[in-house]
């Protein structure tokens, strides 16, 4: 069984920044694929950003060039580096973590931008 336990959420004004955190447990890290999901009120979860165990990435038309996803398989952790952030990120945001057919979620950290 994995555990992701999500942090780093929070208020920020638009223009903000804010890095989260996903620390998964077990020993499946490292061969996994790892993802950010979000979903707004009243809209169904979006994949925001995928990092795969080879390295390739994958995003989000709306957050090209504002996100970055990375990981550390030493520290079994997944980080979502959200920059420029706006008032259309605002949102619970997910950590996902797939090996073969199977499929982790997070708790999910609330996001919100906001003057």
């Known amino acids: 069984q994995v555990q992701l336990v999500e942090s780093g959420g929070g208020l920020v004004q638009p223009g903000g920044s804010l890095r989260l955190s996903c620390a998964a447990s077990g020993s499946m890290f490292s061969r996994s694929a790892t993802g950010w999901y979000r979903q707004a009120p009243g809209k169904q979860r979006e994949l925001v950003a995928i990092?795969?165990?080879?390295?390739?990435?994958n995003y989000a038309e709306s957050v090209k060039g504002r996100f970055t996803i990375s990981r550390d398989n030493d520290k079994n952790t997944v980080y979502l580096q959200m920059n420029s952030l706006k008032p259309e990120d605002t949102a619970v945001y997910y950590c996902?973590?797939?090996?073969?057919?199977?499929?982790?979620w997070g708790q999910g950290t609330q996001v919100t931008v906001s003057s």
């Open positions: 990092l795969t165990n080879s390295g390739n990435s």
């Open positions: 996902n973590l797939k090996f073969l057919s199977l499929n982790y």
